[in-house]
């Protein structure tokens, strides 16, 4: 079964509501175990794949993920369009916990995951300026405001390393920065997506104001995961209304070719090693196991 579609659920969202379950796949990835296993099914008809990002029973912090295991799992089962769900806090007052927002950009802060598949002797340099699809954002922006859902598009996200919050100076540089969002998981998984010729796009959740305002106390588990859970239902209902919109239609956008104008390794001298491992992103380039 090949599912076009593919889902990862973030904290709170551990299944996908709806999903008539045809069977949980465990893939094995030339970069390890993903986080648990692919659930493919149907969601109102439509193949879909899913995977939960911190693993059943949430198990992995957000430095702990085997994000290239997660995306090349969902690759390898046919994926080409990929929502990604993900709870978040707030920079900006605008940003209110329980609102939905479509992450345009990111700043990077990440410091201890692997956040490429390439290298090894095969280089890649692909293309970031615009680091999520603007088709994909802009179908879940347009699905969201037609369900009445509290949606924006165009919010800048901090990526932070975790497991810890900001402190409250940290909250501060990022507002200062002018970025809207702040969490620990997404642009790793949209540098992958990127090189894995997905399109990609995220529904930031928000959760929290994290640290910056004074009149908080800061950010604690308790108070995020009761918003998540009431976010996590409006984040339902816009996937089961955009992935019937989705379903069928071609892609219209460069992700699909990504990897185009990237590869900057001569190809007669990558090793069998990076062809083997590389074979399911490349080989339509002719950097495969056998060209
Ligand atoms: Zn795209």
Not at 33 to 55: C, K, M, Q, T, Y
Not at 159 to 175: D, I, K, N, V
Not at 247 to 264: I, N, Q
């Amino acid at each position: 079964m090949n599912a076009p579609i593919g889902i990862i659920g973030g904290s709170g969202l551990y299944r996908m509501e709806g999903l008539a379950l045809d069977r949980a796949v465990a893939v094995q990835t030339p970069f390890g175990e993903p986080s648990g296993p692919v659930h493919l099914g149907a969601l109102d008809g439509i193949p879909v794949a899913f995977l939960a990002r911190h693993g059943e029973g949430h198990r992995f912090t957000p430095s702990e993920v085997n994000y290239r295991a997660n995306i090349w799992a969902l690759k390898s089962l046919g994926v080409e369009r990929l929502i990604s769900v993900s709870a978040v806090g707030s920079l900006q007052a605008r940003h209110r916990p329980g609102e939905l927002r479509l992450v345009s950009q990111f700043i990077d802060k990440t410091r201890h995951r692997k956040d490429t598949f390439f290298g090894g002797g095969l280089v890649a340099h692909v293309s970031f300026a615009e680091p999520t699809c603007t088709h994909l954002s802009g179908a879940l922006l347009a699905t969201g405001r037609a369900l009445s859902l509290p949606v924006e598009g165009d919010a800048l996200y901090v990526c932070m390393e975790g497991p810890a919050f900001s402190t409250r100076a940290e909250s501060r540089l990022h507002q200062s920065w002018g970025a809207d969002l702040i969490g620990m998981t997404q642009v790793t998984e949209a540098r992958l997506a990127r090189e894995a010729e997905l399109c990609y796009a995220c529904i930031a959740l928000v959760t929290d104001y994290d640290a910056w305002r004074e009149e908080e106390e800061g950010v604690d588990a308790t108070s995020v995961l009761e918003v998540m859970h009431a976010n996590v239902d409006k984040a339902q209902a816009l996937l089961r209304q955009v992935v019937p919109q989705l379903s069928g239609a071609p892609r219209a956008c460069a992700c699909g070719e990504a990897l185009k104008a990237a590869l900057f390794t001569a190809p007669e001298t990558v090793p069998a090693e990076a062809r083997k491992r590389l074979d399911l992103l490349v080989s339509k380039y002719g950097y495969g196991m056998v060209d």
